[in-house]
C-alpha cells in the first residue's frame, strides 16, 4: 500500500472520528469534536445534552483535539491503514494502540471536571462513562457545585480556618441556629422571621458579599443592619462549630481560590477541560468559581438552556448564559434543537408560548416524532371538579393499557395537591408526590445522623444539643444553657466542658447524666478511630449504647414499627454506601453525600404510581402524559408576576418547562371558581393558553353555560355557590351529566361488582362514612382496595 500524504492522513482520522460518533445529529456531533477553547451549547428541553456531554468527555479521553488539530501521526504502515479500513466498513473496535496513534493531546480522565445540578444527573453521567470507557470513566471528576466545592474545601479548608471534618448543616439546621442568634441578639421572629434572615444571607452568599460588606450595605435601615447583625454572629456560631451551610461551600471555596494562588494554580493545572451543565441555573457564585478555574485553559463548555431559566427565587441568574460570548470571546455557540422526546403538537405548543419572550437566545425546537394528540386544554366549575377530572382521566387511561407511573401532575404551588390528594384516595389511585416529608427529614433518622455527625465532628454544637436528650436522659435545657454559657466564656467547644463537667460548679449537680452520656460519645469516637469498625458497626453501637430503639417503645407516638424499619432502612444505607465506595468510605463521606441529597435524587421511576410534583421540581424529567391543573392567571402566571415584565419572562419559562415535559399527551386544566387559601376566586384561563394557536388545542368543558329560565335562583353568595358546587361534585357521573341525587346503588358484604379500571371484584366490607360508603373490594386481578362508593363508579355484577 502506497504511503499516505498528511492531508490524506488527516481525511482518514476525521472519517474515523466521524464514524465514532455517527449515532448523533450533526450539530450534536459538532458540540461532541469542538474540543478546545469556550463552547457554549444551547440545548433545548429532551435534545439530548446528557449524549452529548458523555460523548464529548470520551472524544476528549481518546482522541483530544484530534478532529481539528492539523497534527498528524507519521506515515501509517499497511497493517494500520488496513485496520482503519476494516473499521470504516464494518462494525470492528479500532485497536487502542491505532486510536493513540490518531489523537492528538488527549487527556487522562482526572483532568476533565464536570459538573450538574443533581446528583442523579451526575450518578447516570458517571455511569454511562464506565459504560464507554470502562473504569476509567471513575476516575472523573463528575459531581454538582457543592459536592465538588466539598471536595476541594476537604482538602484546603483549613486555610479558611476549618478542619477536614467540618459538618454541612443543612436547612433544618441553619433554622435552628439562626433561631439561637436571634435570641442572643434580641430579635423576635414575629417582626423579623428566621426564614427571611436566612433568606437574605442566601442571596448575600450567592453575590459573594461577606457580612462586613452587608453592613457596610446596610446603611440606615434598621431591618437590614438586625439581619447584618445576624449574618455575622451566624457565621461566628458556623465557625466555632466547624460548620458550613450549603451557600457556603460554594461562597467559600470562591474564597479559597481567590486568596490562595496556590491552591488555584493546582486545580487550575489539574483541569485542563471543564464543563457545567445546566449552566442557565448558575449563581454569580458559581459562575466566579467556574470562571477561576477555566481561566489558564481556556476550555470551557457550558451546556445550558436559556428558556428553562427558572431558578430565580433561588439566586440564579440569566444573564450568566446571555452573557456567555462576551464574557468569554472567541465563543463558539452551537445549537441543539432537535427533540427526541415529545410530539410535534407539544413542540409547537411550547415554542409559540417561549416566543413571546424578548430575554432569550432565540431556537426552534423541532422533532421527527409523530404529530400526537392535539393538546387538552379542560375548563372544570371547581377544584374538586378538576381533581374529579383528572381522576377519571387516569383511571380510563389505565384501563386502557398504561400504567399509573405515565402520570404525572405537575402544579405551580403546593397546595393544589390537597384536594388532589383527597379523590386519590377515594378513586384508589396509587400517588407519589415528590417534594414531601423525605427520609433523611424524619425525625428518628434526623437523630441518627446527628449522633453520627457529633461522632464526626465533636465540635458540631447543633447536632450535640439536639441529642443530648435524645433518648430522655433527665439533662434539662437549663444545664445546657449553663454548660453553653461556661463554653462560650471559656472559648471551649460544648463537649469539651460536658466532659468535665464535674470540674464546674454550676453542673456539679447534673455531673453524672452529663459525664455518662460524654462517655458513650467518646466510646463512639474511639471506635471511629479504629480502622476495623465499619461504618454499619459504628452505627449499631450507637443503638446499642443509646438504648435508642427501646425508648422508642415509651414515646407516645403509635408509629413505633415504622420508625423502627427506618432506623433499619438507614443501615441499609450505610452498607451500600460502604459497598460502593470500597476502601474511600468514610464517616464524613457518607455524611456529606446524604447532606447534598435532593427530593429528585430520591424520585424512583419504578414505582407504579402517579407522580405529583411542583414544576420546578419536575425540571429534567419526562413523562407519557403531563397535566397542569390550576392553568390560570392568578395562579399560573401568579399574580404578582402578571404585572411585572421581567417576572412573566420567569413564568412562561416555567410553563415551557412544563409543557416540554410532556411525551405523547398534555392537559392544561382550569376551573371556573377555586377555594385558594379559603377564600373563593374565579380567574380567567392561563394567557400562556392564549398563545397556543387553536388549531393545536382541543376544548372541553365540564359543563356548558345556558341562559336560565325566567325565575330561575341563582347563587349569589360564595358561601352558597361553594354548596352548589360540592354538592355538584360529589354526584358528578362518568358520563359528564349532573344527578339529582347520589347514586341509589348500595353495597354490602358478599356483592360482585366491576370497576372499569380494576375489573372484577367482591366486597369485603362496607362501612358508612358521612354521605358516602367505604368499600373494601377485593379485585380478582389487583388485589384488595379501599375505594369511596361515590367516587367508584362501580356495577353490580350477578355472582
Not at 427506618?566 to 451500600?576: P, V
Not at 408576576?641 to 382550569?670: C, D, G, M, Q, S
Not at 388545542?697 to 330561575?712: A, D, F, V, Y
Amino acid at each position: 500500500m502506497s504511503n499516505l500524504s498528511t492531508s490524506q492522513i488527516f481525511e482518514l482520522r476525521q472519517q474515523v472520528l466521524n464514524k465514532e460518533f455517527c449515532k448523533m445529529n450533526d450539530r450534536q456531533r459538532e458540540a461532541v469534536l469542538h474540543v478546545n477553547g469556550p463552547l457554549l451549547i444551547l440545548a433545548g428541553a429532551g435534545s439530548g445534552k446528557t449524549t452529548v456531554l458523555v460523548n464529548r468527555i470520551a472524544n476528549i479521553i481518546k482522541y483530544g483535539n484530534a478532529f481539528s488539530s492539523q497534527t498528524v501521526p507519521g506515515d501509517l504502515s499497511d497493517e494500520e491503514q488496513n485496520s482503519i479500513k476494516e473499521y470504516l466498513d464494518h462494525d470492528i473496535p479500532l485497536p487502542q494502540q491505532l486510536v493513540d496513534r490518531l489523537s492528538v493531546g488527549a487527556c487522562r480522565p482526572w483532568q476533565i471536571l464536570a459538573i450538574t445540578f443533581t446528583n442523579k444527573a451526575a450518578g447516570e453521567l458517571k455511569n454511562r462513562l464506565v459504560n464507554m470507557l470502562g473504569e476509567d470513566g471513575n476516575d472523573i471528576w463528575a459531581s454538582t457545585f457543592h459536592s465538588t466545592c466539598a471536595r476541594m474545601l476537604r482538602r484546603d479548608g483549613d486555610r479558611l480556618g476549618y478542619s477536614s471534618h467540618f459538618t454541612i448543616y443543612d436547612t433544618d439546621d441553619s433554622r435552628r441556629m439562626m433561631k439561637e442568634c436571634q435570641k442572643a441578639l434580641g430579635i423576635d421572629d414575629k417582626l423579623l422571621s428566621c426564614k427571611s434572615i436566612l433568606s437574605a444571607i442566601s442571596h448575600a452568599k450567592d453575590n459573594m458579599v461577606l457580612p462586613e460588606e452587608f453592613m457596610k450595605q446596610a446603611g440606615n435601615d434598621n431591618r437590614l443592619v438586625l439581619i447584618a447583625k445576624a449574618y455575622k454572629l451566624y457565621q461566628a456560631r458556623l465557625r466555632e462549630a466547624d460548620a458550613m451551610d450549603f451557600d457556603d461551600l460554594i461562597c467559600n471555596a470562591v474564597l479559597l481560590l481567590q486568596n490562595n494562588p496556590d491552591v488555584l494554580d493546582y486545580y487550575q493545572n489539574k483541569f485542563r477541560y471543564i464543563m457545567v451543565d445546566e449552566y442557565q441555573d448558575t449563581n454569580h457564585a458559581q459562575y466566579l468559581f467556574v470562571k477561576l478555574l477555566a481561566q489558564k485553559s481556556g476550555n470551557l463548555c457550558v451546556v445550558g438552556d436559556d428558556d428553562q431559566s427558572i431558578y430565580k427565587f433561588r439566586g440564579a441568574t440569566i444573564e450568566n448564559i446571555l452573557s456567555f460570548e462576551s464574557t468569554f470571546p472567541n465563543t463558539k455557540v452551537i445549537r441543539l434543537e432537535q427533540n427526541y422526546r415529545s410530539t410535534k403538537n407539544i413542540l409547537n405548543a411550547a415554542n409559540a408560548v417561549i416566543e413571546n419572550n424578548f430575554q432569550r437566545k432565540g431556537k426552534t425546537l423541532w422533532t421527527n416524532n409523530k404529530t400526537g394528540e392535539k393538546i387538552s386544554v379542560h375548563t372544570a366549575y371547581s377544584e374538586q371538579d378538576e381533581a374529579d377530572f383528572l381522576a377519571r382521566t387516569i383511571l380510563s387511561g389505565v384501563a386502557d393499557g398504561r400504567k399509573y407511573s405515565d402520570f404525572a401532575i405537575l402544579y405551580r404551588m403546593n397546595s393544589q395537591s390537597n384536594i388532589l390528594e383527597k379523590i386519590f384516595v377515594k378513586s384508589g389511585i396509587p400517588y407519589r408526590i415528590i417534594g414531601g416529608q423525605r427520609f433523611y427529614e424524619r425525625k428518628e433518622i434526623r437523630d441518627m445522623i446527628a449522633y453520627l455527625s457529633v461522632i464526626n465532628n465533636p465540635n458540631d454544637e447543633i447536632r450535640l444539643r439536639r441529642i443530648i436528650n435524645q433518648p430522655k436522659r433527665s439533662i434539662g435545657d437549663k444545664t445546657v444553657a449553663q454548660a453553653t454559657e461556661i463554653a462560650a466564656a471559656r472559648g471551649e467547644s460544648l463537649f469539651d466542658v460536658i466532659r468535665h463537667a464535674d470540674q464546674y460548679e454550676p453542673l456539679k449537680r447534673s455531673a453524672p447524666k452529663l459525664l455518662q452520656f460524654a462517655s458513650i460519645i467518646q466510646e463512639l469516637i474511639d471506635a471511629l478511630n479504629d480502622e476495623n469498625t465499619s461504618l454499619n458497626e459504628l452505627y449499631r453501637l450507637i443503638l446499642d449504647k443509646t438504648d435508642y430503639i427501646a425508648s422508642l417503645y415509651t414515646s407516645e407516638n403509635g408509629d413505633v414499627q415504622d420508625r423502627i424499619d427506618n432506623i433499619n432502612e438507614l443501615a441499609s444505607n450505610l452498607i451500600k454506601y460502604e459497598e460502593e465506595n470500597g476502601e474511600e468510605a468514610s464517616l464524613e463521606g457518607f455524611l456529606e453525600e446524604v447532606s447534598l441529597i435532593t427530593d429528585i435524587d430520591n424520585f424512583d421511576e419504578s414505582s407504579d404510581s402517579v407522580v405529583m410534583m411542583t414544576v420546578h421540581s419536575a425540571k429534567g424529567l419526562e413523562f407519557p402524559v403531563v397535566f397542569l391543573p390550576g392553568f390560570e392567571d392568578g395562579i399560573f402566571p401568579g399574580m404578582q408576576a402578571i404585572y411585572n415584565p421581567v417576572e412573566i419572562e420567569e413564568e412562561r419559562r416555567l410553563a415551557y418547562v412544563a409543557i416540554t415535559r410532556a411525551k405523547e399527551e398534555l392537559f392544561l386544566v382550569n376551573a371556573e371558581s377555586r377555594m385558594i387559601f379559603g377564600s373563593t376566586s374565579r380567574n380567567k384561563p392561563s394567557r400562556f393558553i392564549e398563545e397556543i394557536p387553536e388549531e393545536l388545542l382541543n376544548r372541553t368543558r365540564t359543563r356548558e353555560w345556558k341562559k336560565p329560565q325566567p325565575g330561575t335562583r341563582l347563587p349569589t353568595s360564595a358561601f352558597e355557590a361553594r354548596a352548589i358546587t360540592t354538592e355538584a361534585a360529589r354526584n358528578f357521573g362518568p358520563s359528564g351529566f349532573f344527578h339529582s341525587a347520589p347514586p341509589a346503588v348500595q353495597f354490602k358484604a358478599g356483592d360482585c361488582v366491576f370497576h372499569k379500571t380494576f375489573g372484577k371484584g367482591m366486597v369485603l366490607s362496607a362501612t358508612p362514612m358521612g354521605n358516602d360508603t367505604l368499600l373494601e373490594i377485593a379485585f380478582d386481578k389487583v388485589g384488595t382496595k379501599k375505594l369511596m362508593a361515590n367516587f367508584a363508579r362501580l356495577q353490580r355484577e350477578q355472582p
